[in-house]
Structures are given as C-alpha cells and as structure tokens.
C-alpha cells in the first residue's frame, strides 16, 4: 500500500514562497494522478491543484491560479507544489492525494491521503 508524507510547510511571510514536497514509499507514484488539497480551521478541505501520472496535464483552483506550480518526479517518487506570492488566505494545511483512476477536484475522488503539513502566512 502507498504511503504519502508530505514536508515543506512552515511560517512564511506575506508575498514569500514555500515548496512542498510530498513523497511516497511502498509502491510507484507514477501510477497515480496526484493533487494537492487544503483545509482551514473552520472550512472545509478545498482542491488547490492537480496533476496526471505523466505530469502531462495540470489543473488549479482560480485562487492559486499564477502562483502555484504542482510538478512531479515520478523517479523520485515525489510531487512538488511550488507556492509563490503567498497571501494570508493561503494559510491552511496542506495534503496531498492520490487516485489511480481520477483527475479531479473533487476530494473523493482520491483514495490515499498524506497528514498534511502546516501552512502559516501572516500579514
């Protein structure tokens, strides 16, 4: 079974940037589409991006649309998510996901989740 962990998170001021990794052990990442998700104290978990198993294809919310890159290296099992120009708003914990058979943005779409990683960004 795959297990997803994700790293990276940390406190970051307004207008800063943070890349977040999220790697995988017990089986090849290349076989999964990939995406990241976030949930803020109080709201629910929303999609911020995702990717195919070739990394052929991507998609994003309109929220992070132009600052966000989600990538992947399907060598090193990882997916990436390049955050730039960081905003308040963006302050949540972050998850990444996986699904064999789904590109979406729906978060039932994917089966396996990592813990997530905190993301801070003040003001």
């Known amino acids: 079974q795959v297990q997803l962990v994700e790293s990276g998170g940390g406190l970051m001021q307004a207008g800063g940037s943070l890349k977040l990794s999220c790697a995988a052990s017990g089986g090849a990442l290349s076989s999964y589409r990939m995406a990241w998700f976030r949930q803020a104290p109080g709201k629910v978990r929303e999609f911020v991006a995702a990717i195919t198993s070739g990394g052929g294809t991507t998609s994003y919310a309109d929220s992070v649309k132009g600052r966000f890159t989600i990538s992947r290296d399907n060598a090193k099992n990882i997916v990436y998510l390049q955050m730039n120009s960081l905003k308040a708003e963006d302050t949540a914990v972050y998850y990444c996901?996986?699904?064999?058979?789904?590109?979406?943005?729906?978060?039932?779409?994917?089966?396996?989740w990592g813990q997530g990683t905190q993301v801070t960004v003040s003001s």
């Open positions: 996901a996986a699904s064999r058979y789904s590109f979406s943005s729906n978060p039932t779409s994917y089966n396996l």
